[in-house]
């Protein structure tokens, strides 16, 4: 029970994190819009930095670059989801 609740609160902890870091790209990336974002392009915001957050801990852990639960996953978590949100946003029209 202990070993899959680590599991399920990391998977919950990159869901917050990349998904609120994809939306706050997507909402503060400086740029002029014609209209509010719709909520499908908030969604795949906040999936897309989610995914990111999630490929980046998986890729360092397997690299051995740091392990789980340890500050340096925890930024580069936060340092892909802000990559992945900014090309998102950068690319939509």
């Known amino acids: 029970m202990a070993a ?4 399920v609160m990391g998977f919950l ?5 990349g998904g609120l870091t994809g939306v706050f790209v997507l909402v503060f990336y ?3 819009r014609r209209s509010k974002p719709q909520a499908k392009k ?3 915001a906040a999936l897309i930095g989610f995914f990111a957050a999630l490929a980046s801990s998986y890729v360092g852990q397997f690299a051995d670059l740091f392990q789980s639960g340890q500050i340096l996953e925890w930024l580069s ?3 892909a989801s802000c990559l992945a949100g900014f090309l ?3 690319a939509d029209k």
Request: net charge neutral; glycine share 10%.
């Open 4 to 7: 899959t609740m680590g599991v």
């Open 13 to 17: 902890a990159f869901l917050v994190i």
């Open 30 to 32: 400086p740029r002029e």
């Open 42 to 44: 908030f969604l795949m």
């Open 77 to 79: 978590a936060i340092g």
């Open 88 to 90: 998102y946003a950068s």
